[in-house]
């Protein structure tokens, strides 16, 4: 199986960490990664903010990057959401058959990291060691848009010398909402408020979510309040073996 | 919280949705009240939604009848105007407000009425029916429980089912002391529904002219529905001797079978009842002389067939309006319904309003926006509208209509500008990497410790409360190419 990394622009310039983690649980389970250069971006803020025409171009690339791969894995739940959901309707505005045709055959393929390694590959079990209380706040893409339900979870049960706190209301939005949380700061503020509110709530001192943008919101507001609690991104837990604890 | 503002259905400007939003989040008693509110209804829509084995059946079903009528509307709805016909009651077509308002007045005119009551129809409201007909010098009594408080407190709806539902008890105590005169009432919720009765009941016998909106109205029997917990409805459509009933096109369903559906999704979406308190069928007049002797049904069009026209938007008909997107909602919990500026607000009034209205207004083009995209609002409709996809299509629709009507101040808008940059340095890696470089030489004003406390411009409002990670030493791809080759 040919497995291709979509890193995402976001994580590749503001989250390299999350990447090299994903790398190391891949290659850990006996997978070959590759990494296609040519990747930028998938076009999500763009298409989202309603700068559609701009966003065809970078869906284009995306599909003739990522296509010959039998799998395309990214630690991003949103922007996996915007290739599986939102690509047919740019093919749509774009007009091209050929393009939604390529669109239909390569989103399958396309996986945000836990749903690829318990739905795909059937692993919970990644072998990871990870010492700390940790809650888990449900990004909504990857609730919501590609329903990867429990998967996240049972992969997070089975780290070692984990103690894992639920977290209260953990399905409601943090407010990010990509430009959302410029264009509406304040109602973004409020959701965020009460986010950060139930986190503490849990005493944990770790909250982690499959999608860095969701945790740099959410992780922006910690540390303002100079809160005690960092987040990280969830391949980062499982990448996380007793041998190092600093991945 | 007084608000009396024009409304996106009103002439005049509204304010755009982020404005609003700022002065509804912070009113600390609108926030108690509507948090406590959604929560409450959201919960127990969860139980009585979670019993029902086949319930994503029934939303499929629901989904299907909705899209198959509208595919036909046009043959839908001249055999309602054929059925409503036959049973003895007057139909009408209305292209716009205005046109709906006239045909009412001049019904009600024609009875010589100077009050006529009324059943809560938000149809009513985006006409702006009770004005017109004030100016008419018809006053129009809303007696609808929640309605009838917002009339007296001179303010407008805030939700779709619960109009007053940013008031608490003790202010609905307080506003009918005030109006109603009811000295020494307390703040029991039955002691203020009776309150309430007492002003009404005396309208209910004296009005000669009831006036509906329509939940559904069936083609194949002709049979207009009002369905509502408090049995007002079913004295307005009842006791005065002529019923008119307003209702968007958009509200036909093709047969009186499919009640079985809709019956079963809309109580448990809306109020979260297994089955509403009161349920109002009517087909024409009856020849019994039960009922009103006069039936007029209004349809009416204000920019309806144009959300048809749009094949991604019109599912945005689908709606019947159980308001289960607003209770869900996460901005709509903390801003409430007016920051909205429309009588449809939340989820579903962010979608419909721009449509209803066009696009190309500051107001209602801001609405499209006012959402996270958190898919909440897709997960409980009954009927299956994917609003958040409706959201961005809207969303690309406002950009390209100010990006080809706008001329040189939107090609020259600092948005646009950035995202045309953003989109080039996107269409080439090597463009990428300068760019991820250049960030990082170029934060240095404002990083600190790995962390940016105050950005600059319009991206100001990230670092108000929340600060931002600096861009790191080293990429993924840079790491990439020195650790595991070019690839």
């Known amino acids: 199986m040919r497995v291709a990394l979509f890193i995402t622009c976001f994580n590749d310039t503001l989250f390299p960490e999350t990447g090299r983690a994903t790398v190391r649980i891949l290659e850990r389970l006996g997978h070959e990664v590759e990494f296609p250069l040519e990747q930028t971006c998938c076009g999500q803020m763009h298409f989202n903010t309603g700068y559609q025409r701009e966003a065809i171009p970078l869906v284009r690339r995306f599909v003739e990057i990522f296509s010959p791969y039998d799998a395309v894995v990214a630690p991003s739940g949103s922007c996996v959401g915007m290739v599986r959901e939102l690509y047919p309707l740019a093919a749509e505005l774009a007009g091209d058959a050929r393009l939604a045709a390529d669109i239909e055959a390569l989103a399958p393929k396309v996986f945000e990291l836990s749903e690829f390694l318990v739905k795909k590959l059937g692993v919970t079990d990644v072998g990871a060691y990870y010492p700390h209380r940790v809650t888990y706040h449900a990004t909504c893409h990857s609730l919501r848009m590609l329903e990867v339900g429990e998967a996240p979870l049972e992969l997070l049960k089975n780290v070692r010398g984990i103690d894992l706190v639920e977290l209260p209301e953990a399905r409601e939005c943090c407010g990010f909402g990509g430009t959302f949380a410029v264009k509406n700061a304040d109602t973004s503020m409020a959701m965020l408020g009460d986010k950060i509110r139930h986190v503490l709530d849990t005493r944990a001192e770790i909250c982690t ?25 969830l391949a980062q837990i499982l990448a996380t073996t007793e041998e190092d604890t600093n991945p | 919280m007084k608000v009396k503002t024009p409304d996106a259905f009103s002439k005049g400007k509204t304010p755009r949705f982020e404005e609003s939003a700022k002065t509804a989040l912070a009113d600390t008693q609108l926030r108690r009240n509507l948090g406590k509110a959604t929560k409450t209804i959201r919960e127990k829509r ?24 509208l595919r036909h509307l046009d043959e839908y709805l001249e055999q309602l105007e054929e059925s409503v016909t036959r049973a003895g009651g007057h139909v009408h077509w209305a292209r716009d407000a205005d046109e709906a308002n006239r045909i009412i007045t001049s019904i009600v005119k024609s009875h010589e009425a100077e009050e006529i009551v009324k059943v809560k129809s938000i149809a009513t409201d985006e006409t702006k029916l009770n004005e017109h007909l004030e100016r008419e010098g018809i006053h129009a009594f809303e007696t609808d429980l929640a309605e009838l408080i917002i009339q007296l407190a001179g303010e407008t709806s805030s939700h779709i089912l619960v109009p007053a539902i940013h008031k608490n008890r003790a202010e609905i105590r307080e506003l009918f002391v005030r109006e109603l005169g009811a000295e020494g009432l307390s703040d029991n919720p039955p002691d203020l529904a009776n309150a309430a009765r007492l002003y009404l009941r005396k309208k209910f016998l004296s009005a000669k002219v009831g006036v509906s909106g329509a939940n559904f109205a069936a083609a ?8 509502e917990s408090e049995g007002n409805g079913r004295m307005c459509t009842t006791l005065p001797p002529v019923l008119v009933t307003l209702m968007g096109i958009e509200k036909v369903i093709p047969s009186w079978r499919d009640f079985e559906v809709f019956m079963q999704l809309l109580p448990r979406s809306s109020t979260a009842e297994r089955m509403n308190p009161y349920t109002s069928f009517w087909t024409g007049v009856s020849e019994s002389g039960d009922g009103p002797r006069e039936f007029h049904l209004v349809l009416m069009d204000n920019g309806r067939t144009d959300v048809l026209a749009d094949e991604i938007g019109r599912q945005t008909l689908n709606c019947i309006r159980c308001s289960a997107c607003l209770n869900v909602c996460p901005v709509y919990e903390r801003v409430g319904g007016h920051a909205y500026n429309s009588v449809y607000p939340g989820p579903i009034g962010a979608i419909l309003t721009p449509q209803l209205v066009g696009i190309g207004k500051p107001g209602p083009d801001s609405l499209p926006y006012a959402s996270s995209l958190c898919g909440a609002c897709y997960e409980v409709c009954p009927v299956k509208i994917n609003i958040p996809q409706v959201l961005i299509h809207l969303r690309g629709k406002v950009v390209r209509k100010k990006q080809d009507t706008g001329g040189l101040k939107s090609k020259l808008d600092p948005e646009n500008v950035a995202m045309q940059a953003v989109a080039k340095v996107f269409s080439d890696p090597e463009r990428f990497e300068q760019a991820q470089k250049l960030a990082r030489i170029g934060q240095w004003p404002l990083a600190r410790n790995g962390s940016i406390h105050r950005l600059p411009g319009r991206l100001a409002g990230w670092t108000e409360t929340r600060d931002l990670r600096a861009v790191p030493e080293q990429s993924f791809r840079e790491w990439w190419k020195t650790n595991r080759g070019t690839n």
């Not at chain 1, 979510?209 to 990280?232: F, K, M, P, W, Y």
């Not at chain 2, 194949?220 to 369905?227: E, I, L, P, R, S």
């Open chain 1, 209 to 233: 979510a499959g999608d860095n943008s969701c945790l740099l919101h959410i992780g922006g507001g910690l540390h303002r309040q100079r809160a005690g609690v960092e987040t990280v991104h």
């Open chain 2, 220 to 227: 194949d029997t002709g049979t207009v529905c009002v369905v």
């Open chain 2, 46 to 69: 969860k139980v009585v939604v979670e019993e029902m084995p086949d319930w994503e059946a029934l939303r499929e079903a629901g989904r299907s009848l909705k899209e198959r009528t």
